[in-house]
């Protein structure tokens, strides 16, 4: 059967958008982000540390390796992988199982503080990160209601990240290694997506008021140019 032209095209334009999960990773991300640190706490448990850090890291190669095979998106592996090979590093340094968790807790502290600050100074992360990314400039700055929006938005992982870090370096420091495992688990996709239904419902809110304050503004200058046109028009008659 012969492809008509515009086929390709018209597959595209229907291809449905990713929904959040699959801009997550899937299901499958789920799982994956969740195995190395199951794998760790049951090998350390059983066969102790060294066994424990070297399977965490093995098995974070063994789903990148795997990502490739099955063509799946490789961003989540590689971030995972990288993610768990610094923190097994410190957990060899520090020669202690809860030192496989400390970079995630100081990390979650850094992000907290960072979408706080950017907030106090009013470019709040997500609009600044959203907006450049799709290179749509500053103008929702200038809108507050969508800077408001933005605000939420940071200030919803603020909280998340805040979360993370209070819970798991309480335990941490109460040295329930187990419950931390459970908390990173948990803590993580589950908060971080109630947080990105915040961040969608921001985006879709300031692109939707940036779109008709532009449509309005092109409206009232069209306006103003039929009206001058007309203006000079009509002098020839009066003279």
């Not at 990240?161 to 209070?166: E, H, M, P, S």
């Amino acid at each position: 059967m012969t492809e008509r032209p515009g086929d390709t095209e018209t597959e595209t334009q229907d291809k449905p958008e990713p929904t959040l999960l699959e801009q997550m990773g899937g299901v499958s991300g789920l799982v994956y982000s969740s195995v190395p640190i199951a794998v760790f706490i049951l090998v350390n448990y059983f066969f102790g540390l060294q066994a424990g850090i070297w399977s965490a890291v093995g098995s974070a190669v063994a789903i990148t390796v795997l990502r490739i095979v099955r063509r799946e998106p490789l961003q989540p592996a590689i971030s995972g992988f990288f993610g768990v090979a610094i923190a097994a590093f410190i957990a060899y340094r520090t020669g202690s199982a809860k030192g496989f968790f400390l970079f995630g807790i100081w990390a979650s502290l850094v992000y907290c503080a960072a979408f706080v600050l950017s907030i106090v100074v009013r470019w709040p992360l997500v609009g600044v990160i959203w907006n450049v990314i799709n290179g749509t400039g500053t103008d929702w700055r200038r809108d507050q209601p969508s800077r408001l929006g933005y605000d939420v938005a940071t200030l919803a992982l603020a909280l998340v990240f805040g979360a993370r870090f209070v819970v798991q370096r309480w335990l941490y420091d109460s040295d329930h290694t187990g419950w931390l495992a459970f908390a990173k688990i948990a803590m993580g996709y589950p908060l971080y997506a109630l947080a990105l239904l915040v961040v969608v419902w921001a985006v879709r809110r300031s692109d939707k008021r940036l779109k008709a304050l532009r449509e309005a503004q092109e409206e009232a200058e069209a306006d103003t140019e039929a009206a001058l046109r007309l203006k000079y028009s009509q002098r020839p008659n009066e003279a």
